[in-house]
């Protein structure tokens, strides 16, 4: 169980009511939120408001922290689709607090880029993106390795429309910066998302080098061969086998509840050319890879889905 | 290809499409629709949530519309009658080039096939205005008549987002994660309202 799901259900028996939860259980549960980088605006919002209302003093230098993230989540209730907003409405109630909750954090450190960047958030909610652009590009010409703005820019051009220009500008940070995992695994997504199979590709093979032991990496490569060897796209041998030996790399990694390689590995079998010398072993690896899927649901106690995937992988393999 | 003129969709599968894009406010999210097609009209009766991660992979996807299909084998009365997506910005109204496809894809085994697409815009529903977009297979906004869920559907939609239903419900992409999640029957979600 994970910091998260263990504060959250710390709460449970409160009715997530976080008066009722108190300060200790409301704060863990932030903080767990705040590590494992989850996106939970939704907790963020009654349980930060209800710390920062009631107990502002005994959070210590926390606070600060903790105004950013009760900030960040306000902006994501604030804002306002593009269609909706003729300009002139008046502020909502979320956008008005986040205002109280920037002026106090910019007053608390006038220079800080940190504080800068989440102005330029600000303006985001706003649906004022050449002024967030703007307070972006301030802030990398004071530092150019300044990632947070970076990747603000390239989620910027994303928001916009633009996966094209956003992709450009993400491939300029790898090429200096070929370490930043996360940065390839979200320059692959953008590839993906344009249809460009052959860059996602690269991406991966990067993400393999960095990271060898990741049975993730392999497992989202052999899913980019086999799509691009799919019958849809007319069917290659050579890339439907290489994605075979990717997904039993990732099966070899993470052998247990890895049902994405086995699901890889059953349709790999299923596409591989029949009548050649490697048969009788494509063969025994399909039906192995079907007994370990049903044995997975015969662990989960997935009684619906253990007759489903039976029929399935059985008329597949045939 | 025959246009379909008429859908009606049920309130349970109305509720789990929006929670789907509710759970994921910031990805793309995508789903099947099963039902009874007959004549010029669909009836859709419960959705499947598939993916909130990549729609440009196939292997998955190609699992996940096997899976459908014996599961609707064994159901007996259910057939795959539809697509739903809903776009990663909210003012994107194209079904873009994946869905395209996947919607061709079920049309060329139900011609009838519903497509539906969530308005991101209009995530607050009303019972006079859905936020649904009927699509056809091109992704042209269709002539279909999509007979709305009542007020009681939007009602219940509103009732499971009150106690965050959307955190319960799982797609097939959580489903591959952990086998113990029930994408077929999101028995955890429709058993908590």
Known sequence: MSALAEAEAACAPYGNEPSRCGFELSRSLLLAVRESRAHRPDLVLKFGQYLLRSHAGRLGAEVWAMYEQVYIALLHYGRRPRAAGSGAEEPSEEMRLASEYYSLLAARFPDSMRVKRLEGMMWEAKGEYDMAMADYDEILEEEPNNLAALKRQVALLRARGKPAEAAKRLAAHLEVVGSDADGWLQLCDLYLSQAQYQRAKFCMEELLLLNPMAYIHHLRYAEILLTLGGIDKGGNADLVRTARKYFAHSLDLKPRGNLRALYGLLLCCAAAPKGQKTAAEVEELGACAQKKLLEEYGEAKATSMLDTVKAMSTALLS | ?193
Not at chain 2, 45 to 59: D, G, I, V
Not at chain 2, 144 to 166: E, K, N
């Open chain 2, 1 to 193: 290809m025959s246009a379909t003129t008429s859908i009606e969709v049920q309130p349970e599968a109305y509720c789990l499409m929006f929670l789907h894009a509710c759970k994921y406010p910031a990805r793309a999210v995508n789903g099947l629709l099963l039902g009874t097609a007959a004549g010029d009209s669909v009836k859709v009766q419960k959705a499947l949530p598939l993916f909130h991660s990549s729609f440009a992979l196939s292997p998955m996807l190609e699992t996940a519309l096997m899976l459908a299909d014996e599961h609707c084998k064994s159901s007996g009365k259910l057939q795959v009658v539809g697509y739903y997506q809903a776009n990663e910005l909210c003012d994107d109204l194209e079904l873009g080039p994946f869905g395209k496809k996947i919607a061709q894809k079920i049309r060329s085994v139900c011609p009838l096939a519903a497509c539906l697409l969530i308005d991101g815009a209009r995530m607050q529903p009303t019972a006079r205005e859905p936020g649904l977009l009927p699509l056809d297979a091109d992704g042209k906004r269709s002539a279909a008549a999509l007979s709305l869920p009542d007020a009681a559907a939007v009602q219940r939609l509103d009732a499971y987002l009150q106690h965050g239903g959307q955190h319960l419900l799982v797609d097939f992409d959580a489903h591959l994660d952990d086998a113990t999640k029930d994408w077929l029957g999101n028995s955890a979600l429709l058993s908590s309202a």
